[in-house]
T-cell receptor
Framework: GNSVTQMEGPVTLSEEAFLTINCTYTATGYPSLFWYVQYPGEGLQLLLKATKADDKGSNKGFEATYRKETTSFHLEKGSVQVSDSAVYFCALIFRGSNSGYALNFGKGTSLLVTP | KAGVTQTPRYLIKTRGQQVTLSCSPISGHRSVSWYQQTPGQGLQFLFEYFSETQRNKGNFPGRFSGRQFSNSRSEMNVSTLELGDSALYLC??????????????FGAGSRLTVL
């Protein structure tokens, strides 16, 4: 089936450190891939997406490249800030039997950035 | 432009009761999806509605149901509540179709506690 596996947290980094959160997927075909972020007490916000192999999604200094050869979509940021502290979710689309779509999420990775 | 509005934000129920949660999508969005978020299971897809029709359903018991009205507002209902139903219930809306093209926008969620 379609599933996403992302690295366990929590991840604790100092401000300006380099961030990598690993995400790999199992899917039929080549689904669109997403990173969502959840700040404390809030819902999910789309951070970036990639809809086909070799696409690079980017937003707010975060980047992720859709790698079909390694079935991966790792999230990276060159210099994290305290305000990046949140939970990050990797996700892929799956399609239901009646033309509906849904997202399959990873378990989430909690990131804490300290000053 | 107003976002996705979920009500109530917080509620407490006891085992055996039922609960109804409401979601008002972004104006013009015809697709509404529901997700359950728990610390143990993470984010799990409940169902998706498009133009008042359920198009996709996750692997949840029949106690979980939903509907969508002609103005695209949606409700979900959980009957005979169990302790394990305690969760953050997230609603997301979109124009419909492939989420790779039409991004899901999430509400802040309704936090249900079952005692």
């Amino acid at each position: 089936g379609n599933s996403v596996t992302q690295m366990e947290g929590p991840v604790t980094l100092s401000e300006e450190a380099f961030l990598t959160i690993n995400c790999t997927y199992t899917a039929t075909g080549y689904p669109s891939l997403f990173w969502y972020v959840q700040y404390p007490g809030e819902g999910l916000q789309l951070l970036l997406k990639a809809t086909k192999a070799d696409d690079k999604g980017s937003n707010k200094g975060f980047e992720a490249t859709y790698r079909k050869e390694t079935t991966s979509f790792h999230l990276e940021k060159g210099s994290v800030q305290v305000s990046d502290s949140a939970v990050y979710f990797c996700a892929l689309i799956f399609r239901g039997s009646n033309s509906g779509y849904a997202l399959n999420f990873g378990k989430g990775t909690s990131l804490l950035v300290t000053p | 432009k107003a976002g996705v509005t979920q009500t109530p934000r917080y509620l407490i129920k006891t085992r055996g009761q039922q609960v109804t949660l409401s979601c008002s999508p972004i104006s013009g969005h015809r697709s509404v999806s529901w997700y359950q978020q728990t610390p143990g299971q993470g984010l799990q897809f409940l169902f998706e509605y498009f133009s008042e029709t359920q198009r996709n359903k996750g692997n949840f018991p029949g106690r979980f149901s939903g509907r969508q009205f002609s103005n695209s507002r949606s409700e979900m209902n959980v009957s005979t509540l169990e302790l394990g139903d305690s969760a953050l219930y997230l609603c997301a809306s979109s124009l419909g179709g492939d989420p790779g093209a039409n991004v899901l926008t999430f509400g802040a969620g309704s936090r249900l506690t079952v005692l």
